[in-house]
């Protein structure tokens, strides 16, 4: 968010500036979810709605489970949040005490432990690398648990910034050792349908007891709209329906009825994930020749993580210099990792094929 404001100051200027910052898709709503959302204002009243989320989004949810996974989830056991964002919010609250300690990937989104720390508990964060192709695994959690007893276990996949994939049969062994354990276990699916290489499976796949967060933010291409989900084990359904109704009452009733829609809308957002692609193979091919080195496997979502040690030991200094200078904004890596972070930098591909191309003939130009 630093480096988008640095960019708007540019941009004011009169400068352009190409974004590789920010995980935002560049392609607006589904054409479907426009028009539903038209016929809701047409409606006239807008209001609050049941905490949980309205029955018609809850029970299509619960259907895009048996469509999607083979996977049989009741409607019941779905919970409509204000983004994946109120949704982390709900879990941290709803099934921790405070002082609990929650495990994570580093390299991660800097916000599972932003949010963490602000609610009184504890990240604990495991450092992955190449030896792993950068996901945690069922052997890393029973280190940490052994160390000091974990509460929670958080994996996203596709990962945020690396955009590795936990494979189906990683993630059953991390499900059934965090049971085993006693450890909740939450796994962040919000790049899902974000998929390149390999199989995305969900966590439900091996059992009702792991939270599972996503959002209409990422595939959906509805980052603006603040609608996501949580799917609940059921003792955990009431709980966070009461902390909702305090602090959201509901999400807001337009968005809701609009994201129904979402998913019959897979025709376009197939087309923006194709874009995706190629701008995908576009840097894979391009940043290795520049000098970025030490690539992570791309698998999903729409993020290269890559070393900048070739050039730099401070990638906050690098990522100033890039954009100030080549007017190329992409996000520095110790917001991912406060360790080895300074070595990195993140750059989103999920801005159109002319804005990629461009951002790359300006790194090369800046570079040579």
């Not at 409509?80 to 405070?98: E, K, N, Q, R, W």
């Not at 945690?136 to 160390?147: S, W």
Request: hydrophobic fraction near 45%; proline fraction near 6%.
């Amino acid at each position: 968010m630093d480096v988008l404001s640095a960019a708007a100051e540019i941009e004011a200027a009169g400068r352009s500036v190409v974004h590789m910052e920010v995980g935002q898709p560049g392609a607006p709503a589904p054409g479907a979810v426009l028009e539903a959302a038209r016929r809701t204002l047409e409606d006239g009243r807008l209001g609050y709605t049941e905490a949980l989320g309205i029955r018609p989004l809850r029970e299509r949810i619960a259907r895009h489970y048996r469509d999607e996974y083979g996977r049989d989830v009741p409607a019941s056991r779905v919970m409509v949040t204000t983004g994946s964002s109120g949704g982390f919010t709900l879990i941290f609250l709803g099934a921790f005490d405070p002082g609990a300690r929650i495990a994570m990937a580093a390299p991660g989104y800097p916000a599972y432990r932003n949010i963490l720390i602000a609610l009184g508990l504890v990240p604990v964060e495991i450092p992955v690398g190449p030896r792993t192709r950068w996901v945690l695994t069922a052997e890393d959690v029973e280190r940490a648990h052994a160390e000091a007893p974990l509460d929670g276990v958080l994996v996203a996949s596709p990962a945020n910034p690396t955009g590795t994939l936990t494979l189906p049969e990683a993630l059953g062994e991390l499900v059934s050792t965090c049971a085993r354990l006693g450890i909740r276990f939450i796994s962040d699916e919000i790049y899902h349908g974000l998929v390149y290489e390999g199989r995305a499976e969900t966590a439900l796949a091996f059992g009702d007891e792991p939270i599972v967060v996503n959002s209409f933010s990422k595939y959906y291409c509805m980052t603006g709209w603040r609608v996501g989900w949580l799917v609940l084990p059921e003792d955990l359904v009431r709980p966070f329906e009461r902390l909702a109704q305090s602090f959201f009452i509901s999400v807001p009733e337009l968005s809701q009825r609009a994201a129904i829609a979402a998913f019959d809308a897979r025709t376009e957002l197939e087309a923006v994930k194709a874009g995706y692609a190629r701008n995908r193979a576009h840097l894979l091919e391009r940043l290795p020749a520049l000098g970025f080195d030490e690539i992570v496997p791309v698998d999903g979502a729409f993020y290269v993580y890559a070393s900048v040690a070739r050039f730099t030991n401070d990638a906050l200094d690098f990522s100033r210099r890039m954009l100030n200078e080549a007017g190329v904004a992409a996000t520095p890596g110790p917001d991912f990792d406060r360790e080895r972070g300074h070595r990195y930098v993140r750059f989103s591909f999920a801005g159109t094929e002319e804005a990629i191309r461009e951002g790359v003939d300006r790194l090369a130009g800046w570079l040579r």
